[in-house]
DNA sequence: TAGTATGTTGGCGC
DNA sequence: AGCGCCAACATACT
């Protein structure tokens, strides 16, 4: 499920759960996708986490680091039951709060990384990773200049992670849909108020998404019983919530795209 | 059973 | 060089 703002959750509560406690152990249920020695980590205190586009970067005393990738299932979770399915990595926590912290990854897509601090800014991973649309060092210029004038499609830019990084593929459903701006768009033919439009859009899909996931586990769309939030994602056959058009899907990059045929028109 | 899934990499052809 | 497309990774759900 992991886009930016899930990861952005995820980091904002491994936080609240680890941050200035030591780590007693690490466990990896299942080593797939894991490199370095976990063993490493034990003793050592977290200083922080944070948000690298969907990457989760912890800080830990005397210059480690873990780097962790939800991939399109993972979710870190506190205090997971020692029966819970698909526990791939284990960090036990010493003192007062939760007692455990765990990657969840049923569809093993995860990633997680063991290295030194140093070494994270030139992570092969993080090296080439485009600006992040949730910093405050973004804006609309550099959402525009960093997409650029192309004759790529829009869709194709707004996925590629060393273009802007943190955009899925919901993403890009919704910020077109908001937008009305169609993803099969060159990038050269979208006019100022149409980069405008798209900038705002991205923004409020953000923050959209990060106060209805905000938790402490994450709800995916797949799951029973999970309702979908989107305004457009998943949507086709509905009608568009701006006009009787019934919302259509596309294919590009081999992943579905939805959006409205009449708010967002194919040519400029 | 077949089809689908919120990510990323790497190969091929253009 | 950069893109579109495809396959691969591995699993759950409908």
Not at 3 to 25: C, F, H, K, M, Q
Not at 53 to 60: F, P, Q, S, T
Request: aromatic fraction near 6%.
């Amino acid at each position: 499920m992991p886009e930016l703002p899930e990861v952005e959750i995820a980091s904002r509560n491994l936080s609240a759960w680890t941050a200035g406690r030591v780590i007693v152990a690490a466990r990896t249920p299942d080593l797939a996708r894991f490199e370095g020695d976990a063993s490493d980590l034990a003793g050592r205190r977290v200083n922080s986490w944070r948000r690298v586009g969907k990457y989760l970067v912890a800080e830990l005393e005397g210059g480690l680091a873990v780097l962790s990738h939800l991939g399109m299932t993972g979710q870190w979770i506190a205090d997971a039951p020692p029966e819970r399915a698909h526990q791939r990595v284990v960090l036990v926590l010493e003192g007062a709060g939760p007692q455990t912290v765990s990657l969840i990854d049923p569809r093993r897509f995860g990633w997680t990384w063991i290295l030194r601090s140093a070494d994270v800014a030139s992570h092969p991973r993080l090296v080439d990773l485009g600006p992040d649309p949730l910093s405050g060092d973004l804006d609309l210029e550099g959402f525009q200049s960093a997409i650029g004038q192309g004759k790529t499609a829009l869709k194709s830019r707004l996925m590629n992670q060393r273009v802007i990084a943190g955009l899925g593929n919901i993403a890009i459903s919704e910020i077109g849909w908001r937008a009305r701006v169609h993803p099969h768009r060159a990038c050269e033919s979208i006019g100022p108020e149409e980069w405008a439009r798209l900038w705002s859009a991205t923004r409020e899909h953000l923050e959209y998404v990060l106060e209805v996931e905000d938790g402490e586990e994450i709800e995916y769309q797949s799951s029973a019983g999970a309702k979908n939030p989107f305004v457009c994602y998943g949507r086709e056959g509905e009608p568009c919530s701006r006009c009787p058009t019934l919302l259509d899907r596309l294919t590009l990059a081999g992943r579905v795209t939805f959006y409205c045929p009449t708010c967002q028109e194919e040519a400029p």
